[in-house]
């Protein structure tokens, strides 16, 4: 049993050695790698070297170690597989990784968006090449450098460190930022900020994603534009109707001034208005009625408006006839007013003049907080309200006129062009204005008297004189004929209307005309003889005279009909106003009435007719100016 023992070793250790040899090449076959070649080159060997040892000798107790050495070289096969299966693991893993690696890689390179990692203290480590795309940087150029190398200033110190506030506590940030580009270009820009943890959940690195929304942002600033120029222009036309509104309603200029300025001082985003004037003595501003802005400050404002060297929009305006606006006054203005009004928070303001029919009533001054507050409203709309407010102006001081105790009488001399004057000129006639009126369509109609020619010539001239539309012969009338004459609206006498002045008196005598009209005593002459001088050619101002223009009771008006009037007249008025004469139908006829007066009907119509002139002409005398200048 002992001769067996080194046996069974020998062949247990050679069966090992062979058991290893096909392990070993079965590894080889499978997996490719050399080492195990070698391992089964070396079992093999070892195999055959045992199996030749036994061939020549015997074996013995020495045979031993060899079974330990075998056994120890299959299990190196074992583990080296083991080994090289992990390590095949690990290879796929980190294929499998760089795959993935590769594919993040070619995304960000390809993302259409700025990609950037910094280090916690904000310095990039990396850039993808969209970065130069957005912030004309290239990736060389900003890698080592901190992000603050686009600043554009657009952001206060406290934007920013909330920001790395947000993200050094591990929160993603996420806004608009507005950059400055290589070029100085500045863009807005849409970013997201977000911390890299590691393992042990510290920040290691910052990365940012941004895009460049330039073009979107813009794109809403000009819908936010549209939209505020919509909103300012419906604010517009609102306070317009509301204006429109007032002046229906109005009965003096200070009250239409006040409204107006009132309409724009109350509604966003006007601040405050004033309406300007010019003195007549030296040309300085003067303002005659404001809101929204205490007297003190308007005070300087004008003071600030005089004091300009150069022409302010006020006065511009009313120079030109035209609205004057100045969109944004900056910090560093050079005028004095736009100064004045820049250190008080104002960026833009409008000036409006009120014109009407050539005169001008000074202008509206309207003031924003707000640039370019003005820029939604067109010019014609500014210039159909101060149309507007003018109109209503000349109408309520042609109210005023008609009502007023205090007037201002200026006499002119006329130029051969002048209505009456130009046809009587024509003529060679003299003429007196009896009255004026308003015919249905609205056109200006004189009754004069003409002497010194006959109807026939009167008839044939007037086609020759533009300033007459048409002529009417109405009845003789003292030495000469009362003739109804339709002056044209370019006439000097429906200018002076149409400016709110009543015709009190038009004479020609050997080719010399006079006109004499009355205006209240508040006009700006200055402003109404420079544009009646302007539109006439050859009108000179005559003289000025202020007085006080009587006021006629109902008593005295009862009193000078009965002392104009005669017994028989008075009596032929009264009793076809009582008898039913004036009704229709006539409750009795003429001759009816004759027979209760106890006189014939032809001394009863004549008595009648006489008393009905004089009462007529009572009333109407001390009217026609005002139906004349009255537009309704």
């Known amino acids: ?41 070396m079992l093999t060997l070892m195999a055959v ?49 760089n795959d993935q690696l590769r594919g993040f890689r070619k995304a960000i390179r390809h993302a259409g968006h700025s990609i950037f990692i910094t280090d916690t203290d904000g310095t990039i480590e990396y850039a993808n090449p969209e970065i130069e795309g957005l912030t004309g940087y290239n990736r060389e150029e900003v890698i080592g450098e901190n992000p603050r190398m686009w600043k554009s200033g657009e952001h206060d110190e406290a934007f920013y460190a909330s920001m790395w506030e947000t993200v050094r506590n591990g929160d993603v940030w996420e806004g608009e930022i507005v950059n400055e580009r290589k070029d100085g270009e500045q863009c807005w820009v849409d970013m997201t900020i977000a911390p890299i943890i590691d393992e042990r959940g510290e920040i290691e690195r910052y990365v940012a994603v941004d895009t460049d929304v330039t073009e979107r942002k813009e794109r809403e600033r000009r819908i936010q534009r549209q939209n505020d120029q919509l909103q300012r222009l419906n604010t517009t036309n609102r306070i317009l109707r509301d204006v429109n ?131 939604a409203i067109d010019d014609d709309v500014l210039v159909e309200l101060g149309h507007t407010v003018a109109y209503a102006i000349n109408a309520t001081e042609s109210k ?8 201002v009488e200026l006499e002119f001399q006329l130029a051969e062009g002048c209505g009456v004057c130009a046809l009587a000129r024509e003529l060679d006639a003299d003429a007196t204005l009896e009255r004026l009126s308003r015919s249905p369509d609205g056109r200006l109609v004189a009754y004069a008297t003409l002497t010194g020619c006959d109807r026939t010539a009167v008839e044939s001239t007037v086609e020759d004189v533009p300033a007459i539309a048409d002529a009417a012969f109405v009845c003789d009338h003292d030495d000469g004929g009362l003739f109804r004459l339709d002056l044209a609206d370019t006439c000097v006498e429906s200018t002076l209307v149409d400016h709110g002045g009543v015709v009190t008196g038009q004479t020609v005598e050997d080719g010399q005309g006079r006109l004499t009209v009355e205006f209240p005593q508040r006009t700006d002459v200055r402003s109404l003889v420079e544009s009646v001088t302007a539109d006439h050619e050859g009108i000179d101002l005559l003289a000025r005279r202020e007085h006080e223009r009587p006021a006629r009771t109902e008593q005295e008006v009862r009193s000078q009909l009965q002392a104009e009037l005669t017994d028989r007249q008075l009596e032929a008025l009264r009793t076809a106003y009582v008898g039913g004469f004036f009704e229709w139908p006539r409750e009795n006829t003429g001759e009816e009435i004759a027979e209760l007066m106890g006189v014939s009907q032809t001394t009863f119509l004549q008595h009648l007719r006489t008393a009905q002139r004089k009462t007529l002409s009572l009333l109407l005398d001390d009217e026609q100016a005002r139906r004349a200048a009255d537009p309704i």
């Not at 005023?400 to 007037?407: C, E, F, K, P, T």
């Open 245 to 375: 509104q007032t002046l229906v309603q109005a009965e003096s200029r200070g009250e239409i001034e006040r409204a107006v300025c009132a309409e724009f001082a109350g509604t966003d985003p006007y601040s405050f208005a004033w309406i300007g004037t010019r003195n007549m003595v030296n040309e300085s501003l003067r303002a005659s009625t404001h809101a929204g802005i205490d007297d003190d400050a308007i005070e300087a404002l004008v003071d600030a408006h005089n004091d300009s060297d150069d022409e302010d929009i006020l006065q511009r305006s009313i120079r030109t006839e035209s609205p004057q606006i100045v969109h944004d006054i900056g910090d560093d203005p050079e005028d004095a007013w736009q100064t004045a009004l820049a250190e008080r928070g104002y960026r833009s303001a409008a000036a409006i003049p009120l014109v009407y029919d050539g005169m001008v009533y000074g202008a509206l001054e309207v003031v924003s907080t707000e640039p370019r507050a003005f820029e």
């Open 1 to 41: 049993m002992t001769d067996w023992l080194p046996l069974g070793i020998a062949l247990l250790s050679v069966s090992l050695r062979v058991v290893g040899v096909g392990y070993s090449a079965l590894l080889l076959y499978r997996v490719r790698d050399l080492r195990f070649g070698f391992l089964t080159l």
């Open 49 to 97: 070297r045992q199996a030749l040892t036994l061939s020549v000798a015997d074996p013995g107790i020495e045979e031993l170690p060899g079974l330990i050495v075998s056994g120890l070289a299959v299990l190196t096969v074992y583990y080296l597989s083991q080994y090289v299966r992990q390590e095949q693991q690990t290879k796929e893993r980190l294929t499998a990784k």
């Open 400 to 407: 005023q006129a008609l009502m007023a105790d205090s007037v």
